[in-house]
């Protein structure tokens, strides 16, 4: 056995204000190894269920554990959106926020379960042209985003003030989670943008399983310790 042919999956609990990437370069401090990755992105003001792999066998899986389903946790302040569809964002457009009942709750549920199109966030990394999609918003460049098949598996929404929104998700690989937010809120009525967001599973993968940032170097000194052996006899 050699470190070619090691791997091993690791969930991490990423906190806000940390990009996904810097989690992964955490790893590669801690561990002394380059082969790490991720199964799926978080944006840094997002929390929760952060997949790292470590070592060629685990980050060959990334392409299966991005198709598994995903579950997050939002709050959507509603009657306003940003440009970026989170706090980061400037506000674009407000609007007030009427009154909104469980009957328009529960049909709001109706229309965004099951197999719908969504168009995804001009802030995102879907390409235009070979360009970042983001990167063309940054610019102020006029641009269209085609819609693409989501599924929403299951979905509810609370009222938990007059003018915040608590929506649980549970979706497929593809589903932009601030689009949703803005989407339900426009639908409601009014504007909305994510105020939270916090990743809770990827599969069997959950919440709280989670390896805390704080917590990390403890819980990887057994890998450390396999890692450094395979070097010495690869």
Do not use: W
């Not at 989690?23 to 929760?48: M, Q, S, W």
């Not at 608590?166 to 989407?183: M, P």
């Not at 990743?199 to 310790?225: A, C, F, M, P, Q």
């Amino acid at each position: 056995m050699n470190n070619r042919i090691f791997g091993k999956i690791f969930n991490v609990y990423k906190p806000v204000g940390l990009s996904s990437y810097d989690v992964v370069r955490k790893f590669k401090k801690i561990l002394n190894y380059r082969k790490i990755g991720h199964g799926g992105t978080l944006d840094p003001f997002a929390e929760g269920v952060l997949l790292i792999l470590v070592g060629r066998k685990a980050t060959r899986q990334m392409n299966e554990l991005l198709k598994l389903p995903k579950s997050y946790r939002a709050i959507v302040q509603l009657g306003k959106t940003t440009a970026t569809g989170d706090p980061d964002g400037k506000v674009i457009k407000e609007k007030s926020v009427g009154s909104i009942s469980n009957k328009m709750l529960d049909t709001a549920i109706d229309e965004f379960s099951g197999q719908i199109e969504q168009v995804p966030p001009k802030y995102s990394a879907k390409k235009v042209n070979g360009v970042p999609a983001y990167k063309l918003a940054r610019q102020g460049k006029d641009f269209e985003l085609k819609p693409q098949s989501i599924k929403i598996y299951d979905l509810s929404l609370d009222m938990v003030k007059k003018d915040k929104l608590l929506l649980d998700v549970e979706c497929s690989r593809g589903t932009y989670i601030r689009k949703l937010g803005q989407d339900i809120a426009e639908f409601l009525g009014t504007a909305g943008y994510l105020t939270k967001l916090k990743r809770t599973s990827i599969g069997d993968y959950k919440v709280d399983d989670s390896i805390y940032i704080d917590d990390l170097e403890d819980k990887l000194v057994k890998t450390k310790d396999k890692l450094r052996k395979l070097a010495l006899v690869s």
